[in-house]
């Protein structure tokens, strides 16, 4: 089953033929970033308005790419949600004109289940049940995977994601936007014991959530009283602040996995692109007895690709959304309210 992919909730305008959620024939992504530089982050009008001018040329670039044309196509995926709604509707209104037109079935796809299904498009990908973290610009959830699109999320941040993190102390050292891919180069060369920062939520009672907050306060206080660092100071600031990220997201993965009872984990979203994070969760792995997958950096960040993989699964089992399908800007997982309400919610199905 050939199924094209849409993707535009964020600063990223993407299309892709997959075919059986397995084999990309194509993977096109528009990136915005240098619509966003000058403000240090995604201004949601200058996104929305992006959009429209590449979906089209993308979509294109997509099939040809592919060696198809829409003749060709069994299917649409499209990411409903979370994001800027502005931003979503592009792709979103998009998919539902080429379904409508074409009389091909269409289905909505939730943003992170795509970021869970970009590790079925390589050859080596987890078993079911396993662990995932989500970590992107947007968001950071511990997640339990049952099954294609059956998920329950286990914890989440209560305020920034550690991707949003990253962008907001890259733009406060001056490194630009977006500023994780700065950060990991520059900490290269850095000692990540040189600045003491705090580790927020890292006590056993906290459970599965994160804070990250604290730890960007801490930066600006850092700054404030000395100054933006340059040089060699620059590198070790940034590398205490990638390791103790990086230290926070390892030590509640691992937990999580021991109390689980599983064997399996991936690291999905932009920030599972940091060679840190990938390192020492494979340490950790090594340690602990689990087995760690990640995505290639280049799938890690916002593709459609991921989106036509999650949405296969949802295609094959016969599930279509209506043209009454809408951009959603908050579109929490399955499980998030059970654990907010305390009680545990297993195998919820994700996706429209
Ligand atoms: O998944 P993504 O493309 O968009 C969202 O869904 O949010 O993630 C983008 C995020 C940005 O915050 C970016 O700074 C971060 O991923 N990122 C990284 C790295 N590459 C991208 N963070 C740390 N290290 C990297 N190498
Ligand atoms: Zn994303």
């Known amino acids: 089953m050939l199924v094209l992919g849409l993707e535009s909730s964020c600063d990223e305008t993407a299309a892709a033929v997959v075919a059986d959620g397995r084999r990309v024939l194509s993977d096109v992504v528009a990136s915005q970033n240098d619509v966003h530089a000058p403000y240090g982050g995604v201004v949601p009008e200058l996104a929305s308005r992006a959009h429209v001018v590449h979906v089209i040329p993308v979509l294109a670039a ?19 949600g979370p994001g800027l709604v502005g931003a979503l509707l592009v792709a979103l209104q998009t998919g539902k004109a080429l379904a409508y037109a074409r009389g091909l079935p269409l289905v909505g796809v939730h943003h ?27 968001h950071t959830s511990l997640v339990r995977v049952d099954d294609h699109g059956v998920v329950c999320e286990l914890g989440a941040t209560r305020d920034d994601a550690a991707g949003e993190a990253f962008d907001k102390v890259a733009k406060l050292l001056g490194l630009g936007y977006p500023g994780g891919v700065a950060i990991d180069r520059l900490s290269k060369d850095g000692d990540p014991k040189a600045v003491a920062l705090p580790r927020a939520m890292t ?13 960007k306060t801490a930066m600006l206080n850092h700054v404030r009283a000395e100054g933006v660092p340059e040089g060699q100071d620059l590198a070790d600031l940034c590398a205490s ?68 993989a999650a949405g296969y699964h949802h295609l094959a089992r016969g599930e279509r959304a209506g043209l009454d399908l809408n951009a959603q800007a908050s579109l929490p997982l399955p499980g998030a309210g059970a654990r907010r309400r305390g009680a545990g919610r297993r195998g919820a199905r994700s996706g429209t």
């Not at 997509?62 to 409903?80: N, Q």
């Not at 599972?272 to 007895?289: C, F, K, P, Q, V």
């Open 62 to 80: 997509a099939l040809e790419r592919a060696g198809v044309t829409l003749d060709d196509i069994d299917g649409i995926a499209v990411t409903y």
């Open 203 to 215: 006590a056993k009672h906290t459970g599965d959530d994160f804070s990250f907050s604290g730890l």
């Open 241 to 308: 602040f990638q390791a103790t990220v990086v230290e926070v997201l390892v030590r509640k993965t691992r937990r999580a996995v021991r109390r689980e009872g599983l064997e399996h984990v991936q690291i999905c979203g932009g920030v599972a692109a940091n060679s840190l994070l990938r390192a020492e969760m494979r340490r950790a792995g090594e340690e602990d007895g689990f087995r760690v997958y990640v995505p290639p950096p280049r799938r890690c960040t916002d593709n459609a690709a991921m989106i036509a």
């Open 112 to 138: 992170l289940e795509g970021h869970l299904s970009a590790v079925y498009l390589d050859d080596e990908a987890p078993p079911f049940p396993h662990l995932a973290l989500v970590v992107s610009g947007g």
